[in-house]
């Protein structure tokens, strides 16, 4: 394609005084590459030493700053002109440019990042850069400890950990950040020290409390970048609407059994996660990790590419996850990406927004107490130790187990019969509607569904909810059965 | 080398004045002679695009406005040769700042506003390999 290029007055001396010059290109970065490699001496008054356009350097394809389209990237055809239009800014001698309070780095450190420091891509700025940042981690699970190990490792000067969990066994098959020392131990505490072991130059800050929609913006505040490491839909949403309104990126991971998403979601360049989902899906749709699994891989793969979109965000590198979604098939082994777009439309980001300070986030997500209250209500439910009891009484009861055949291995209610929940109206004709029946799976969740799902096929018998499933039988009566 | 009359260069002090204790900033419109002196002809001032807080000590003038600089000097005939600011409570001089942020051959006209008083007022233009500025010869007519 051949271009225009207008040269500025002052810089003609340095194109042989010519006010306008044409190259063949396809790109506005190949047109300026072109131009300075004819006229070396321009390059120096438009780049600066890493070799980006110096940031008061604007660039313009007929009227349009190519920022607001691919950058460099932006693709040219015959005929348009690039104007190089200086934003002109200056000032007294007091140096607080985020580029001019950039903090140096030790020779201790220098020797720590010296993978970083010889690619020009990172180099002693980047390296001062990522010193300079600082990344909120909403979550220490799955993904939230490849990430915090990976960013404290990279030199991320300031990290907040959101958590108010504890270390549990059941976590350790993925949740790497913690080990089996720290079984019983608040997360917050034993992610801090594992990341403080890794590097011991950055400040690690903890939060030791759920996120809330009380809590979110004046935690927020406080940090560049926020990474979601949740596992829920309410959290997922209180995330990406804390994010827009207080125009921090957003780097988002979810998992799944064997499939990871990631994205990066900043509504002031791109798609946000309601742009994605407006709405989420029904409670109970879409199981947790905890009633799905997860393998344990999956969260170490999303985790760090997580990570890797963090450091570029801060790095200010090209081609973030931003308006792209990247889907991970671990089993397949396959990634695969799509194309977002920005909503219009989006209540929370679009052009009139109707959402301007965060909500009930719980209620949102069909998890407010009014409506499962009605559901709870028509269920029947019986504590473990109750079971027991009428089981030493000799009560004519059965207990059918609606888990799947791989977790009745795992461990098992003496004297239950199996029938997977996706079988059990199929087979409603092996349970007795003569005898009281109560119904277990491993938390309590599947079983009231299999229980409605017989009520609406027209089960005559008396149905109870096993409450906590075979979790609370292991814990209250018999502790020989395993939790898993 | 830059000309410029007493009338422009009171027009300077007086929006530095005005101004203060933020940063004021314009562009200073003219010809560009043959043997490389500047004619300033008028001054084209600018609103201070910073954020409230950055502005004691920062200015910046757009591309949009420079470019609409640039469309009124073309109407006259004339080209934009030059930028001028204001020091608040600082000396005339460049900072580090002010030399990533300029291109040679244009001139830097900056005054050091000390207690809402105009103060000192030099011109600077940097050296073409961008390592420093140097002071530029200033020739006032009434």
């Not at chain 1, 271009?3 to 007055?9: R, S």
């Not at chain 2, 001032?45 to 200015?59: D, G, L, M, T, V």
């Not at chain 2, 609409?68 to 700042?97: I, N, T």
Request: proline residues 6%; glycine residues 8%.
């Amino acid at each position: 394609m051949s271009i225009t290029i207008a040269i500025p007055a002052p810089l003609r001396q340095f194109a042989r005084g010519q006010s306008q010059i044409e190259v063949e290109a396809k790109t506005a970065g190949e047109a300026l590459d072109v131009l300075t490699s004819t006229h070396a001496d321009l390059r120096r008054h438009l780049f600066n030493d890493q070799n980006s356009l110096r940031n008061f350097v604007n660039v313009y394809l007929n009227d349009e700053d190519i920022r607001h389209s691919s950058g460099p990237d932006t693709p040219v055809k015959d005929g348009d002109t690039l104007m190089i239009v200086p934003a002109i800014a200056g000032g007294a001698v007091i140096e607080e440019e985020v580029g001019q309070t950039l903090p140096e780095l030790s020779n201790e450190e220098i020797l720590r990042y010296s993978r970083h420091l010889i690619m020009p891509e990172v180099g002693m700025q980047g390296q001062r850069k990522l010193k300079a940042a600082s990344v909120l981690m909403i979550g220490t699970g799955g993904l939230g400890a490849p990430l915090g190990m990976y960013l404290a490792a990279a030199g991320v000067g300031r990290i907040g950990i959101v958590d108010f969990d504890v270390v549990e066994e059941s976590n350790l098959q993925r949740q790497i950040i913690h080990g089996s020392r720290d079984l019983g131990r608040r997360k917050v505490e034993s992610a801090r020290d594992r990341m403080r072991d890794i590097n011991p130059h950055i400040e690690i800050e903890t939060h030791e409390s759920r996120l809330t929609s009380q809590n979110a913006m004046g935690l927020f505040r406080n940090y560049d970048i926020i990474v979601d490491g949740t596992d829920n839909f309410p959290t997922r949403y209180l995330v990406n609407d804390a994010c827009v309104l207080s125009g921090k990126p957003n780097v988002y991971g979810s998992i799944f059994r064997f499939e990871g998403q990631s994205s990066v979601f900043w509504a002031e360049r791109g798609a946000c996660y309601r742009c994605l989902y407006p709405e989420p899906p029904p409670p109970g749709l879409v199981p947790s990790c905890a009633e799905g699994g997860v393998l344990g891989v999956l969260p170490g793969i999303v985790g760090a590419i997580q990570a890797n979109e963090t450091i570029k965000i801060i790095l200010g590198a090209p081609d973030i996850l931003v308006n792209r979604l990247l889907l991970f098939d671990a089993w397949a082994m396959k990634f695969r990406e799509f194309k977002l777009r920005k909503d219009p439309q989006c209540p929370v980001c679009g052009e009139n927004p109707t959402i301007k300070e965060l909500i009930d986030y719980e209620e949102f997500c069909g998890l407010g107490a009014p409506q499962t209250a009605a559901v709870e209500e028509k269920v029947d439910e019986i504590s473990a130790i109750e079971l027991n009891a009428r089981r030493l009484r000799g009560d004519n009861i059965q207990i059918i187990d609606v888990r799947e055949p791989h977790e009745f291995e795992i461990a098992r209610i003496p004297g239950t019969k199996l029938i997977p929940l996706n079988h059990v109206v199929g087979r409603m004709n092996e349970i007795d509607p003569e005898m009281d029946t109560i119904v277990h799976c491993k938390g309590g969740v599947r079983s009231a569904k299999a229980i409605e799902a017989l009520k609406r096929a027209g089960f005559s018998g008396k149905l109870i909810n096993l409450k906590g499933g075979i979790t609370a039988w292991a814990e209250d009566v018999d502790p020989r059965v395993a939790k898993y | 080398m830059i000309k410029i009359d007493n009338d422009n260069l009171s027009a300077i002090r007086s929006h530095g004045e005005q101004d203060y204790p933020y940063e004021c900033c314009g562009l200073l419109i003219g010809r560009f002679d043959a043997d490389g002196t500047k004619a300033v002809v008028e001054t084209y001032p600018i609103s201070n695009a910073r954020e409230e807080s950055a502005k004691r000590n920062r200015f910046l003038i757009e591309p949009a406005e420079l470019m609409q600089g640039e469309r009124y000097a073309a109407s006259k005939k004339l080209e934009v040769v030059g930028f001028y600011h204001s020091h608040p409570e600082s000396p005339a001089v460049p900072s580090q700042y002010d030399l990533e942020h300029a291109w040679p051959t244009y001139s830097y006209i900056i005054v050091s506003v000390r207690n809402q008083k105009a103060g000192d007022l030099f011109s600077w233009e940097q050296e073409p390999d961008r390592s420093k500025f140097e002071s530029e010869r200033m020739i006032t007519s009434a």
